[in-house]
Structures are given as structure tokens and as C-alpha cells.
């Protein structure tokens, strides 16, 4: 059912000329052929929380520097007087050389757009925005939760164990680096397989696994299986259950240069859901004789 779920979260980077940008394109995207069924990707630190993954914020900006303050000035069509310049408001130095991003609308602080002099590290909104376009862009594969028996045209049996596992696609490793071009700033977001979560869907409590789980096989015994549930009352008819796994993965954020992730406030744990629909019976004997 949940064989063609995707997650796709990419981002093309330019940085072949001293002035790049970014543009078109949107976030992440969830495609799925089952309107039963759900896929969620989140992010969440050391601020507490899980808060799903939104828009890359630099979609539609452009990368200028190093640039005089007199160019800086026609980038923005400033005319004179003071500018905020990194986190303080002063007037453009025409013989500085700045770095400048430019948004086609506000991203930063209410503000479209971000300037700072060449040697000193962007705004902290500017470094944040930089790690949250570098999380957009992993491309984190949708767990497919897999059961034996699969729930679906062989129903589950209370009281026996339920093989759970998710393929070994949605287990691996995924890096992805956002930059701003020129200015030679840059992010990598690394997200490394930790555990698996299970919600069984009939009222109990969710429970962890410590990996993916072991993919059922004629030749292994339930002795095998590293990841099971066992459910104890039945859908009845024309119900079911809705089964979810969430693979979580430790997300970790290098800064180039590496001063930059310095005071910043970055995600330390992203995870993907997906559920789809059970059933659940029981075995019926017949006496006879």
C-alpha cells in the first residue's frame, strides 16, 4: 500500500559566480497513494519539540560579496543614512567590503534582507537559516511499516507476535550541505540512524526498537525477530487499527567556518512517520466429532 510513499526535500546550490542565488522550487514534498495513510518529517534540539520540517527560508534569495558598501547600496537600493549591519544599525561604509543576502520577501528578522562586513560571522538569523536550508535538503526515504503477517489480506492473530520492521532504504545515513555561495559560508546537516518508534494503534502505549527491525523470512525462526508486538483484542469487523513507525535519526549540523555554528541554536534529532491501516482477528477452531 505504502510502496511508492516519497520524501523528497532537494535544493540545487549555485555557486559558479560571484553572485548566485537560489529560486523556484518548494519544500518538502509528500507524495503518497493512499489517502489512509501519512507521512511527517520533523526536526526538533535543544529549544524542546518536535516542529516539522518547513520551506527552505533560502529559496528565492540571492548571494552577493564580497561587495563595496557603494554596490551594497544599489543592491538595496539604499539611498544613504543608517542600515542594520549585521545585528547593529550604522551607515554603509562605501570602502567595506559586505556580504549581502537578498530575499524576495522577509526571512530574516521581518527583514528581507541580511548584510554584514567581510571578516565578521553573519547574523545569527542568516547562520540559522543556513542549517535549516541544509536540513530541507536531506533526503530522508519514507518509512514503509512492514508486518509479518501483513496485516492486510492475512489479518494479525491476537495473542501472537507481529514481526515489525522497516526496509533497509529509510536506514541509512543522509548528509546534505546549503552554503551561500561566494561568501563562502556553509552548513552540513548529518542524519544518523538511531531507533525506531511503534505505535501499535489499538490504545497502548508507543514502544521503541533499537534498530529497523528484522525483515521476516521462511528460513528464521521468532527467535529472530529483533522488533514484535503482540495486540490482544480485535478490530471487529470493518475496523482497523492504524499501525505507525517513526524512524528517528541523531541529527547533527557542522559549520565551515566552524566558529559559525558558535552561540547558534541547532536541531539535534529528526525523525519520519508513517502509519497505515491493520487488522487484527482471532483463530477460530471447529470441533467435530
Partial sequence: MLSRLALTLTLLLSQASPESAISGGKGPVVQTDATDSSVTVKV????????????NPLLG?????????????????????????????????DEQLYGVVKCDRP??????????????????????????SAVAQLEIPAPVPQTAPDGDDTPF???????????????????????????????????????TMWNPGDGTISFSCEDNGQAWRRSLSDDDATCTTTYRVTTGANRSFTLGATAVFDLTISCSPARLCDGVEVPSVLTA???RPVQVTEARSVITG
Fill in 44 to 55: 526538533g534540539g535543544a529549544l524542546g519539540g518536535m516542529q516539522p520540517v518547513t520551506a
Fill in 61 to 93: 534569495c540571492t548571494f552577493h560579496g564580497p561587495v563595496l558598501g557603494s554596490r551594497v547600496r544599489e543592491l538595496l537600493s539604499i539611498d544613504g543614512g543608517p542600515v542594520t549591519i549585521g545585528a547593529r544599525v550604522a551607515p554603509l561604509d
Fill in 107 to 132: 526571512r530574516f528578522d521581518g527583514k528581507a534582507d541580511a548584510v554584514w562586513p567581510i571578516g565578521e560571522s553573519p547574523p545569527d538569523f542568516v547562520v540559522e537559516a543556513v542549517v535549516t
Fill in 157 to 195: 492473530l491476537v495473542n501472537l507476535p507481529v514481526w515489525l520492521w522497516l526496509d533497509d532504504s529509510a536506514w541509512s545515513t543522509q548528509a546534505a550541505t546549503a552554503g551561500l555561495g561566494p561568501l563562502l559560508v556553509s552548513a552540513t546537516a548529518t542524519a544518523t540512524p538511531s531507533h
Fill in 273 to 275: 512517520s508513517a502509519s
